[in-house]
């Protein structure tokens, strides 16, 4: 079970692994503190993963919040299960009720206000999995994010650099209920500032007290309902009280002695394993980690996965192909064969019918071990906090299209294409790591750039999660991390890659969260790290 990891190789960073035998990772300390508190109590790691869910949506209210989308990959001890919490469009959205308020030239719903949200699926995830995995009483895992609520806490550094960039936004700061949540003084707090949010307390408990139903079916979701309907929102009680989680089957791939796991669509998961499916046909091993050739086959391969990503991959229903078709073995071999070794190149979409976000992952010493993501999506989401109960709704809806011929066209009940990911990596049938990087479009990008570190290159996860990154955009285009070597980076730009260099700790470059198993878990434990990126922390006992 023990990978042979290279542990002298490193990178420059703010972070150690960290080893224990009962773990969480997240990007905020307290949340972290909260997974382990229901560790400590005897919960499981399900517990600690809810608890941890729960303290963030208070903790980093620029990336989640009570109205999230949520997704899980969890090994009960036995077997994989997955849970697609994305919500779906309200009953009253079609394409002629976008037209009709945006014109006959929108191509995607708004990007923010009431119009972009879809119904929220976060608590109903920790509804599902503590019901189905968890040992403490669900009301328990809610303590700790309700007592950071109401006592506060201070504002950490990255948090605070994205909440300052969302007050800047009129599209955010003018929708209704965002400036009496997030604007306490008029302004975004300051590092070190107390930030209390009492009115998400009082919905956290009614949650706790009802096991959810008051969100769905009771005073929240009448709250939620009432607050659309003034503001002109077609989402209603009917659409919170239809609303149930779905227990899926991932999907995966094989790749350097592993499977790696994935949410089938709505998601965008299916991009990671396309393009760990086109690398498996080049030797990446007996290349330097961070040379221009891996980098540039790495690149490449991406493209191809999102060319066919972005124009197949929408509800599972109305897909006109599907997972196994994208991932056939002879479609990528072909695929793979379109990458030149010698130039960037602008890929289209193939034809395989022939052939942003908070991540953190728990684990026990029981070998239960939780990947889950959730998430507001562009930061703050739609804008739209409901006032008095503090629900912070996702704007997903932004990612339909209004096209009458997209397989992502908007329709009622239907979920949009999506791009939280969580992912689990297994060896020879058995859990080796559950794992996640946050970031938009940079998700798939982060889970192929650390597998190949981790599984290619020997790089143990913390070294993985430091490492310097790229992110593609689109055509040629590709942003690169500063710390990228300067001969890689003129490199690739040598092959035609428009490369742009910066820094950003936040969401262009991702932000993970790994955990690896070392053996028995009761006995060798795990291996964690948390990406510097993010304010987070590996905890560990």
């Given at each position: 079970?023990?990978?042979?990891?290279?542990?002298?190789?490193?990178?420059?960073?703010q972070r150690v692994p960290v080893f224990g035998r009962?773990?969480?990772?997240?990007?905020?300390?307290?949340?972290?503190?909260?997974?382990?508190?229901?560790?400590?109590?005897?919960?499981?790691?399900?517990?600690?993963?809810?608890?941890?869910?729960?303290?963030?949506?208070?903790?980093?209210?620029?990336?989640?919040?009570?109205?999230?989308?949520?997704?899980?990959?969890?090994?009960?001890?036995?077997?994989?299960?997955?849970?697609?919490?994305?919500?779906?469009?309200?009953?009253?959205?079609?394409?002629?009720?976008?037209?009709?308020?945006?014109?006959?030239?929108?191509?995607?719903?708004?990007?923010?206000?009431?119009?972009s949200v879809t119904v929220p699926g976060a608590v109903?995830?920790?509804?599902?999995?503590?019901?189905?995995?968890?040992?403490?009483?669900?009301?328990?895992?809610?303590?700790?994010?309700?007592?950071?609520?109401?006592?506060?806490?201070?504002?950490?550094?990255?948090?605070?650099?994205?909440?300052?960039?969302?007050?800047?936004?009129?599209?955010?700061?003018?929708?209704?209920?965002?400036?009496?949540?997030?604007?306490?003084?008029?302004?975004?707090?300051?590092?070190?500032?107390?930030?209390?949010?009492?009115?998400?307390?009082?919905?956290?408990?009614?949650?706790?007290?009802?096991?959810?139903?008051?969100?769905?079916?009771?005073?929240?979701?009448?709250?939620?309902?009432?607050?659309?309907?003034?503001?002109?929102?077609?989402?209603?009680?009917?659409?919170?009280?239809?609303?149930?989680?779905?227990?899926?089957?991932?999907?995966?791939?094989?790749?350097?002695?592993?499977?790696?796991?994935?949410?089938?669509?709505?998601?965008?998961?299916?991009?990671?394993?396309?393009?760990?499916?086109?690398?498996?046909?080049?030797?990446?091993?007996?290349?330097?980690?961070?040379?221009?050739?891996?980098?540039?086959?790495?690149?490449?391969?991406?493209?191809?996965?999102?060319?066919?990503?972005?124009?197949?991959?929408?509800?599972?229903?109305?897909?006109?192909?599907?997972?196994?078709?994208?991932?056939?073995?002879?479609?990528?071999?072909?695929?793979?064969?379109?990458?030149?070794?010698?130039?960037?190149?602008?890929?289209g979409a193939g034809n395989p019918v022939k052939g942003?976000?908070?991540?953190?992952?728990?684990?026990?010493?029981?070998?239960?071990?939780?990947?889950?993501?959730?998430?507001?999506?562009?930061?703050?989401?739609?804008?739209?906090?409901?006032?008095?109960?503090?629900?912070?709704?996702?704007?997903?809806?932004?990612?339909?299209?209004?096209?009458?011929?997209?397989?992502?066209?908007?329709?009622?009940?239907?979920?949009?294409?999506?791009?939280?990911?969580?992912?689990?990596?297994?060896?020879?049938?058995?859990?080796?790591?559950?794992?996640?990087?946050?970031?938009?479009?940079?998700?798939?990008?982060?889970?192929?750039?650390?597998?190949?570190?981790?599984?290619?290159?020997?790089?143990?996860?913390?070294?993985?999660?430091?490492?310097?990154?790229?992110?593609?955009?689109?055509?040629?285009?590709?942003?690169?991390?500063?710390?990228?070597?300067?001969?890689?980076?003129?490199?690739?730009?040598?092959?035609?890659?428009?490369?742009?260099?910066?820094?950003?700790?936040?969401?262009?470059?991702?932000?993970?969260?790994?955990?690896?198993?070392?053996?028995?878990?009761?006995?060798?434990?795990?291996?964690?790290?948390?990406?510097?990126?993010?304010?987070?922390?590996?905890?560990?006992?």
């Amino acid at each position: 079970m023990n990978h042979a990891f290279d542990w002298s190789a490193g990178y420059p960073s703010q972070r150690v692994p960290v080893f224990g035998r009962n773990v969480v990772s997240t990007s905020h300390p307290l949340a972290a503190q909260a997974g382990l508190r229901m560790l400590w109590k005897g919960g499981n790691a399900v517990d600690a993963a809810i608890a941890a869910a729960a303290a963030m949506t208070i903790v980093e209210p620029c990336s989640n919040g009570l109205g999230s989308d949520a997704f899980a990959i969890l090994w009960d001890g036995t077997k994989l299960h997955g849970l697609n919490a994305s919500g779906v469009a309200p009953q009253g959205w079609t394409p002629e009720y976008f037209r009709a308020k945006c014109g006959d030239d929108a191509r995607v719903p708004p990007k923010r206000g009431w119009d972009s949200v879809t119904v929220p699926g976060a608590v109903s995830a920790w509804v599902a999995l503590s019901e189905r995995f968890g040992s403490l009483p669900f009301a328990d895992l809610l303590e700790p994010a309700i007592e950071i609520a109401e006592r506060g806490y201070a504002v950490p550094w990255v948090v605070r650099q994205k909440w300052a960039m969302a007050a800047a936004l009129p599209e955010l700061t003018d929708q209704p209920g965002f400036a009496e949540a997030f604007l306490p003084n008029g302004r975004a707090p300051e590092v070190g500032e107390l930030f209390r949010f009492p009115a998400a307390a009082r919905t956290l408990r009614l949650i706790a007290e009802s096991h959810g139903e008051a969100f769905y079916r009771g005073e929240v979701a009448q709250a939620i309902a009432a607050h659309a309907k003034a503001h002109g929102g077609a989402m209603t009680m009917a659409d919170l009280a239809a609303w149930r989680p779905e227990w899926v089957e991932p999907i995966g791939r094989d790749y350097a002695g592993h499977r790696l796991h994935e949410i089938p669509p709505n998601g965008q998961g299916i991009a990671a394993l396309i393009a760990l499916g086109i690398l498996s046909h080049f030797d990446l091993a007996g290349m330097k980690a961070d040379g221009v050739e891996a980098q540039h086959l790495q690149i490449e391969a991406m493209k191809l996965a999102f060319a066919d990503t972005y124009r197949y991959v929408s509800d599972a229903r109305s897909m006109e192909v599907t997972p196994a078709q994208m991932l056939d073995d002879e479609y990528l071999f072909q695929r793979a064969k379109l990458i030149d070794r010698r130039r960037a190149q602008d890929f289209g979409a193939g034809n395989p019918v022939k052939g942003g976000t908070i991540y953190l992952t728990a684990a026990d010493e029981r070998g239960m071990m939780v990947s889950f993501i959730q998430s507001n999506y562009m930061g703050f989401g739609s804008g739209v906090v409901v006032p008095g109960y503090g629900v912070s709704l996702q704007n997903r809806g932004h990612g339909f299209s209004l096209r009458a011929g997209s397989p992502n066209v908007v329709a009622p009940g239907k979920r949009p294409f999506h791009t939280i990911i969580p992912a689990f990596l297994t060896k020879d049938g058995k859990p080796q790591m559950s794992f996640g990087v946050m970031g938009g479009n940079m998700q798939p990008q982060g889970h192929l750039q650390t597998l190949v570190r981790l599984l290619d290159f020997r790089q143990e996860p913390q070294a993985a999660c430091d490492a310097p990154r790229w992110r593609f955009n689109q055509g040629l285009s590709i942003n690169v991390e500063a710390t990228m070597p300067a001969a890689t980076r003129e490199g690739l730009r040598a092959l035609g890659h428009q490369v742009e260099s910066f820094q950003d700790s936040y969401q262009d470059f991702g932000a993970g969260q790994f955990i690896w198993r070392l053996g028995d878990p009761a006995v060798q434990g795990y291996v964690a790290a948390s990406d510097p990126r993010r304010d987070g922390l590996a905890a560990a006992f």
